[in-house]
Structures are given as C-alpha cells and as structure tokens.
C-alpha cells in the first residue's frame, strides 16, 4: 500500500497544532489556531497565526542513500529533508494574554523539543520521521524587520520562530538496479 507523501509538510503543521491545544490552555480550541500569515489574522479575536513562512532543503542531511525496497532489485531514490520555519505570533484582546501565550508556548517547546511517537499526525510516521526536532530559532532584529516587511499593513509584533527539522520526505520515484549474483574473474591459466 502506497504512502501519501505530498501530506508530510501539512502532517508537521497538524502535530504542532494538537501540541500546542493540548498543553497551552488559552489555545484549546481548532478555531484558535491558524496556519495562515499574520496579514490574514483578524487582531480583534484570540487567535495564534502558526505562519510556515520558509522551508529548504536540510543541508545536513544532502547526501543520503538511495533505498532498498524489500530486498528486491528496485531503489527508492534518496528522501529529501527539509527545514520548516515557523513564525508563532499571538492576537488577543491584551498585551499581557499574548505575553502569557508566548511564555507558555517558549516553555512547551522548551521541555517537549522533539516531535515523537504519538505527537506525530498522519502519514509521517508512515513516512519514516520518527523523531522531529523543535528548535528556537533566534532571530535578528534586522530579520524581524524583513520578516514583517512581508505583512503589509500589519504592524511587527512580539513573535516566536522555531525550526522544525528534519522533516523526512520520502522519494515516490523508483530505479531497477540488478543484483550481481555471481562474479566471473575470466581468470586463465598462463
């Protein structure tokens, strides 16, 4: 049975949501979460805008393998590894709620830095990520500034960026390489 593979990206997005309702209470609720861009955020209700704002290639992890599928003559061309980057930034009716929110999040991340077991949705499992890791991404003053400069008519607010990584992406592509099953020297006597 085939894996869907074109999930793995929104499967990450979905993992992080059901941690962040499960352990940050002011964020219980779907409708409190939402992956679209500050710039699509009504700043009048309690939301957390869960913006993917960049993803590449994970430059540790270029050059694997090609796969062995079920010790037969065919490959899986090598899986891709990607780098997520997500920008986390609360709207509420006070500054102090969104204070509070980011606090609660920045420790959630902080004790709970990998994406495992049952923390993973959907198909990644399925698609061979079994650990994920959740890092703080420390961003520049000058990167915030261009980082907003992409919201236009929202003013920068107190945000969090974290790394996601490595998000394994599983190849759908196959080679047929034939196995050597014996080796003949040409070895003659002289």
């Not at 704002?53 to 430059?59: D, E, F, K, L, T």
């Not at 393998?65 to 079920?70: D, T, V």
């Not at 009716?93 to 204070?99: A, N, S, V, Y």
């Not at 592509?173 to 002289?190: F, Q, S």
Request: glycine fraction near 6%; charged fraction near 25%; hydrophobic fraction near 35%.
């Amino acid at each position: 049975m085939a894996v869907d593979t074109g999930t793995v990206i929104r499967d990450v997005s979905n993992s992080m949501k059901a941690l962040l309702k499960a352990h940050v209470p002011e964020l219980n609720d779907d409708s409190y979460i939402s992956f679209g861009s500050p710039s699509d955020i009504d700043s009048s209700t309690m939301r957390l805008s869960m913006c993917l704002y960049y993803m590449s290639h994970s430059p540790s992890m270029r050059n694997s393998e090609r796969e062995e599928i079920g010790g037969t003559d065919e490959f899986r061309y090598p899986p891709a590894y990607l780098d997520l980057y997500y920008l986390l930034t609360p709207y509420a009716k006070d500054r102090e709620t969104e204070q509070l929110i980011l606090g609660r999040i920045f420790q959630l991340f902080h004790e709970h830095p990998v994406l495992s077991g049952s923390d993973l949705a959907g198909n990644l499992t399925a698609c061979g990520n079994d650990k994920i890791r959740i890092s703080y991404n420390n961003l520049t003053i000058q990167d915030i500034k261009q980082l907003w400069e992409v919201f236009p008519g929202k003013p920068a607010k107190v945000s969090l960026s974290y790394l996601v990584s490595p998000v394994r992406l599983p190849a759908e592509r196959t080679i047929t390489i034939p196995k050597v099953l014996a080796r003949e020297l040409g070895v003659r006597p002289i």
